[in-house]
C-alpha cells in the first residue's frame, strides 16, 4: 500500500483524498476526505479569467489541505484541475500559486483526461458486481462541465462537454446579477435546450445509448440521492452505491426548479455552497437519464479524486521501481 494525496481542483470545489492505494488489487483505504466550495470558476464563462477572489478562496484551501498532507505523510501528492482552469486567459497565476503552497504544480488536464481519471474511480470497486451490467456510463457532471465516459473493463469512449451547476444557472438563470428564485419557464426552457445541445455534441463520438449501467458522480448527483433518501443529513455511506429511479429524480428536478432559495437551503443535506445550483445540476442528471432511457442511476462517492489517487500511486510505485533501477 502506497500511501497518497490526490486533489481535484473544479469550478465549483477544491477537494483532497489522503488514501492508502495498492493499484495492483484496486483497494483504496480513505484516511482524509474533505471539500471546500471556492467558486474558482465564478464569472469565467463571462470574462475569460479566473476572479482575484477566487484565487484567493482556491489559495487558502491549498493551504489548509497542505497542513493535513503533511500530518498524514502522504508521499506522493498529485494535483489535477479541470474546467475552469482549462477556461481562463489568467491560469498561469493560477498554478504559481498552487505551486508555491503545494511544492507541485497543478496538471491542467484535458476533458478526455478528466473523463479517464472518473472512469477509473467509479467503476474499479464495482467490476465484480454481479447486479450491474456492463458496459457502464459515467456520467460526471461538475460545476463547469460535464464527462461522459463509456466502457468495460477499460474506456471505450469518453467526452467533456460545457455543461455544469455553475456554468448553467449563470448562463440561463440570472437575472440582474441575482439567481432567479425561482426561475421562469422560459428560462428553464433555454437551460434545458442547452444541455439538449451538450448531449447532441457528446452523442457524436460516446455511444451513450449503448451503456446498460448509468453510474452518477460528483456533488449533484449525490445531493440528488440525499434528497431521494430524506437524509438527515449528508451521510457518505447511505450515498455511496444508492440507486434513484427516472421517476425519483424528475420529482426531485421539478420541485428543486421551482422551490425557493430558503426552501432549498432548509433541505438538512444540502450544501451551502449548492443551494443556488443544484437545480441546474439536477436538470443536466435527468436529461441524461431522459436521454439514454435509463430507469435508474447509480450514485458513487468515488469518482474523479479516486481515480487521481490510482494514479498517485502508480506514479510512486514507478519511481521506486526506477530508482531500484538504477541502485542495482
Not at 2 to 10: H, L, N, P, Q
Not at 195 to 205: G, N, P, Q, R, V
Not at 303 to 322: N, T
Request: aromatic share 4%.
Amino acid at each position: 500500500m502506497t500511501r497518497v494525496a490526490a486533489i481535484d481542483c473544479g469550478t465549483n470545489s477544491i477537494r483532497l483524498l489522503v488514501a492508502e492505494v495498492s493499484p495492483g488489487t484496486g483497494e483504496l483505504v480513505e484516511l482524509d476526505r474533505r471539500m471546500t466550495i471556492v467558486r474558482l470558476g465564478r464569472g469565467v464563462d463571462r470574462t475569460g479569467r479566473l476572479a482575484p477572489e477566487a484565487l484567493e478562496r482556491t489559495f487558502a484551501a491549498c493551504r489548509a489541505y497542505a497542513a493535513v498532507i503533511k500530518e498524514h505523510g502522504a508521499e506522493h501528492l498529485r494535483f489535477v484541475a479541470t474546467s475552469a482552469s482549462r477556461d481562463a486567459e489568467n491560469r498561469d497565476e493560477f498554478v504559481r500559486g498552487v505551486l508555491d503552497i503545494l511544492g507541485v504544480e497543478p496538471e491542467v488536464v484535458t476533458g478526455d483526461q478528466e473523463a479517464e481519471f472518473s472512469f477509473t474511480g467509479a467503476t474499479r470497486e464495482l467490476a465484480g458486481r454481479q447486479d450491474l451490467h456492463r458496459p457502464f456510463l459515467v456520467v460526471d457532471i461538475g460545476g463547469g462541465s460535464t464527462e461522459f465516459v463509456v466502457g468495460d473493463a477499460h474506456v471505450r469512449a469518453a467526452r467533456s462537454v460545457d455543461v455544469g451547476c455553475v456554468r448553467m444557472t449563470e448562463r440561463h438563470l440570472v437575472h440582474g446579477g441575482v439567481v432567479s428564485d425561482p426561475p421562469s419557464e422560459e428560462q428553464i426552457a433555454a437551460m434545458r435546450a442547452d444541455i439538449e445541445a451538450a448531449l447532441d455534441l457528446a452523442e457524436e463520438t460516446v455511444p451513450l445509448r449503448e451503456a446498460r449501467t448509468l453510474v452518477g458522480l460528483a456533488g449533484s448527483v449525490t445531493t440528488v440521492s440525499a434528497i431521494a433518501q430524506d437524509l438527515p443529513a449528508y451521510d457518505s455511506a447511505a450515498i455511496h452505491h444508492s440507486r434513484v429511479s427516472h421517476d425519483r429524480v424528475r420529482e426531485i428536478t421539478e420541485w428543486l426548479l421551482r422551490s425557493t432559495h430558503a426552501e432549498r437551503a432548509a433541505v438538512p443535506s444540502m450544501h451551502p455552497g449548492r443551494v443556488d445550483v443544484i437545480g441546474a445540476g439536477a436538470l443536466v442528471l435527468l436529461s441524461i437519464m431522459e436521454r439514454i432511457g435509463a430507469e435508474e442511476v447509480v450514485v458513487s462517492e468515488h469518482d474523479i479524486l479516486d481515480g487521481i489517487a490510482f494514479r498517485a500511486a502508480e506514479d510512486a510505485e514507478q519511481k521506486a521501481l526506477l530508482s531500484r533501477s538504477d541502485t542495482v
